[in-house]
């Protein structure tokens, strides 16, 4: 079976789990290797697993959840969440971003969009969980997808990509900061307020933490600073399957059984209004 190629570029940006030295690929992009000789073999579905030996990362999105993430995104759903990640993205005047690094960044559905208003840039996908890698592994033909440790040492190397995205995911201000290249951004979006606010209360889902804004700033702070801040904010109108997608590919799906979760969604309307609404925050490295 023949292989998509790996993007050359995308591959250049990546480092040693184990030495921190660069990696190539293999012959054929069966893999990845050092220069000291470690070695990192090619999944059947295209990704790459970059960890050091006997380190196990948190526990990633399983494959329900994954499949459900699919579907919603799919769908179109959150395309208005894409578009303002991908103008926080593009905006700046350190010129095109051609350099992309998407952590926690589940199928790649949010990098593929962004990549595709940038066509002379490159990504990699970064998760913990291999269901969603093996997926982002197809999501863009220019992005590269690896099942990696957020919380750890990042697989990439120093000042190599010029944007960080952090999409709902766990934010490690000291290693983002480290691969930011001179005059590179971090861009996160996170859950306003009112995100979903019309299915909090009939499914019991978990509210958005009020002090959100805080933490965000204690994990990225003094290596990082903010200096652009915008939000999106829109009304979908979803059916009671797309209203059980949704909470399934989330958070909410660790807190509730399948068999709770359907009970509720079945008291609801047939359709259901449903805000999105995210805040969309811009930093640089400080100093």
Known sequence: MSRR???????????????????????????????????????RQGHVTLLPPGHVPPSGDSAAMVADRVAFLAAGHYAGVTRALADAVAAGDDGPPGALL???????????????????????????????????????????????????????????????????????????????????RLVVVTPAADHLTELVEPLGLLRVDPDKARRLSAALEPQLRPIAASGHRERLELDRAAVTTLVGMGPHARHLSPAGLAAAVAGLPERTPVTVSVDVTTWIRAG
Do not use: K, M
């Open 102 to 184: 998407d952590l926690g960044g589940g199928t790649g559905q949010h990098l593929a969009g962004v990549l595709d208003r940038l066509p002379g840039s490159v990504g990699v996908v970064l998760d913990s969980s291999r269901y969603a890698a093996r997926r982002a592994a197809g999501a863009h033909p220019r992005a590269l997808a690896v099942v990696g440790d957020a919380w750890a040492r990042l697989p990439v190397r120093d000042a190599a990509v010029n944007r960080v995205l952090v999409v709902f995911a766990p934010r490690n201000g000291p290693e983002i900061a480290r691969v930011l290249r001179p005059g590179g």
């Open 5 to 43: 190629p790996w993007p050359a570029r995308a591959v250049r940006l990546l480092a040693c789990p184990v030495c921190g030295a660069p990696l190539a690929a293999r012959p054929d992009d069966a893999g990845l290797r050092c220069p000291a000789g470690h070695s990192f073999d090619r999944a």
